[in-house]
C-alpha cells in the first residue's frame, strides 16, 4: 500500500507464486522501491573520486535530507561538475535516501521468495531508463515523465536521459474512484468501471445536475489537483535554477488511462502530451501475451521494463 510492505509473508508468497507461473529466472533479480520514506535531493559536494564519495557521502549530504543518514540507504547519481567564482572544484549529485527499515523489509522478501537480489533501484530510474534513455534523442532534451499509479504518482525530470529532479506524490487511482464512491455513493466495484468509461472533463467543467456530470465533476476536481500538484513539482525544478525548458510530459501508469486526464494535463501545464512507448525501443523475448494485449500493457509496463534494463548503462 502507497508503494510499502505491511504483510512480508503475502508479498514474499505473491512473488514466488508469480515466478513459478511465468518461469522465471531467480538470479540477478532488480526490486523497485517508491514511496514517502524515499528522499530524492540534489546536492553540490567538493568533487572527489569515486570511493572518497561512498565514504564521504553521509557527511556531505546530511544538512540536506530530512531523515537521519544512519537511518537511511544512501546512494547517488553525479550530475556535472563545476568551479565556483572562488575557484574550488565542485559537483552536483542526486542523492537518494531509502529508510533503512524499507531496503530491509525488501530484502526479507527477496529472501523468503526465493529469489537472489542484484540491486533494490529507485523506480523512478526505472522509468528514465526505460522511456527516455532507451528512446533515441537529438542533443539533451529535457522531458518530465508522470506515473500515475494506484495510490502513488511518480514525478521524474530528465535532461539527456539522466534523472535530474524525483518527486513521489500520495495521490493515484484510487483518489478517483474514491471520489465517485463519495459522491454518488456506490460501491468501490462500481466506481472502479465507472471512472474508466467517463473520465475527467477534457475542457472546462461540466454543466448539468445528473449523475454523469456529477461524477465527472468529482473525477476532474481529483485530476486538477493532481495537475496542480504537478505544476508545483515544476516550478519547484525550476526555483532551483535549473535554467532548461521542459520540452514534453511522457504519461505513464494504469490510471494515466483514465479518459481525458493525460489531455487535460497537458493543456493546463501548457506542455506537448506523449504517451510512454517503450515497445517502439525494446525487443520483446517470448512472452504470454499478443501482440494486442502487450500494446494495451504499455501505461503498465515502464517501471518494469526500466528495472530490467538496469546495470546495461543507461
Same mark, same amino acid.
Request: glycine share 8%; charged share 25%.
Given at each position: 500500500?502507497?508503494?510499502e510492505?505491511?504483510?512480508e509473508?503475502?508479498?514474499a508468497?505473491?512473488? =514466488?507464486?508469480?515466478?513459478?507461473?511465468?518461469k522465471?529466472?531467480k538470479k540477478?533479480?532488480v526490486?523497485?522501491?517508491?514511496?514517502?520514506?524515499?528522499?530524492?535531493r540534489?546536492?553540490?559536494v567538493?568533487?572527489?573520486d569515486?570511493s572518497?564519495?561512498?565514504?564521504?557521502?553521509?557527511?556531505?549530504v546530511?544538512? =540536506?535530507?530530512?531523515?537521519?543518514v544512519?537511518?537511511a540507504?544512501?546512494?547517488y547519481?553525479?550530475?556535472?561538475?563545476?568551479?565556483?567564482?572562488?575557484?574550488e572544484?565542485?559537483q552536483?549529485?542526486?542523492v537518494v535516501?531509502?529508510?533503512?527499515?524499507v531496503?530491509d523489509s525488501l530484502?526479507?522478501?527477496a529472501?523468503?521468495?526465493?529469489?537472489s537480489?542484484?540491486?533494490v533501484?529507485?523506480?523512478?530510474?526505472?522509468?528514465v531508463?526505460?522511456?527516455?534513455?532507451?528512446?533515441?534523442?537529438?542533443g =539533451?532534451?529535457?522531458?518530465?515523465?508522470?506515473?500515475?499509479?494506484q495510490?502513488?504518482?511518480?514525478?521524474?525530470?530528465a535532461?539527456?536521459?539522466?534523472a535530474?529532479?524525483?518527486r513521489l506524490?500520495p495521490?493515484?487511482?484510487?483518489?478517483?474512484?474514491?471520489?465517485?464512491?463519495?459522491t454518488l455513493?456506490?460501491?468501490e466495484?462500481t466506481?472502479?468501471?465507472?471512472?474508466?468509461?467517463?473520465?475527467?472533463?477534457?475542457a472546462?467543467l461540466?454543466?448539468g445536475?445528473?449523475d454523469t456530470?456529477?461524477?465527472?465533476?468529482?473525477?476532474t476536481?481529483?485530476?486538477?489537483?493532481l495537475?496542480?500538484?504537478?505544476?508545483g513539482?515544476?516550478?519547484f525544478?525550476r526555483?532551483q535554477?535549473?535554467?532548461?525548458?521542459i520540452?514534453?510530459?511522457?504519461v505513464a501508469?494504469?490510471a494515466?488511462r483514465?479518459p481525458?486526464l493525460?489531455n487535460?494535463m497537458?493543456?493546463?501545464?501548457?506542455l506537448?502530451?506523449?504517451?510512454?512507448?517503450?515497445?517502439?525501443?525494446v525487443e520483446t523475448?517470448r512472452?504470454?501475451?499478443?501482440e494486442?494485449?502487450?500494446?494495451?500493457?504499455?501505461?503498465i509496463?515502464?517501471a518494469a521494463?526500466?528495472?530490467g534494463?538496469?546495470g546495461?548503462?543507461?
Open positions: 500500500q502507497a508503494g510492505i505491511f504483510d509473508d503475502a508479498v508468497e505473491a512473488v =514466488s507464486a508469480l515466478f513459478k507461473r511465468f522465471l529466472p540477478r533479480v526490486i523497485g522501491t517508491a514511496n514517502q520514506r524515499v528522499v530524492v540534489q546536492v553540490d567538493p568533487q572527489m569515486e572518497e564519495m561512498k565514504e564521504a557521502l553521509p557527511f556531505q546530511q544538512d =540536506s535530507l530530512p531523515i537521519a544512519e537511518e540507504v544512501l546512494d547519481v553525479p550530475l556535472e561538475e563545476f568551479v565556483t567564482p572562488e575557484g572544484p565542485m552536483s549529485i542526486l535516501a531509502i529508510g533503512r527499515e531496503v530484502v526479507r522478501v529472501e523468503a521468495a526465493g529469489v537480489l542484484a540491486a533501484d529507485l523506480q523512478p530510474f526505472g522509468l531508463r526505460a522511456v527516455v534513455s532507451v528512446a533515441p534523442m537529438v =539533451s532534451p529535457t522531458n518530465a515523465v508522470v506515473d500515475i499509479g495510490s502513488m504518482t511518480q514525478v521524474v525530470i535532461q539527456g536521459g539522466v535530474r529532479f524525483v506524490l495521490r493515484g487511482g484510487d483518489d478517483f474512484t474514491q471520489a465517485l464512491v463519495e455513493e456506490v460501491d466495484e466506481a472502479e468501471e465507472m471512472k474508466k468509461t467517463i473520465g475527467v472533463a477534457p472546462e461540466p454543466d445536475i445528473d456530470s456529477a461524477a465527472q465533476r468529482a473525477l476536481r481529483v485530476a486538477d489537483a495537475i496542480e500538484e504537478l505544476r513539482s515544476m516550478s525544478f526555483s535554477g535549473e535554467d532548461v525548458e520540452e514534453k510530459l511522457i501508469g494504469n494515466a483514465l481525458h493525460a487535460r497537458g493543456r493546463v501545464l501548457g506537448p502530451i506523449a504517451p510512454a512507448k517503450i515497445l517502439d525501443y523475448g512472452v504470454q501475451l499478443s494486442e494485449e502487450l500494446q494495451a500493457a504499455q501505461p509496463l515502464p521494463v526500466g528495472l534494463l538496469w546495461v548503462g543507461l
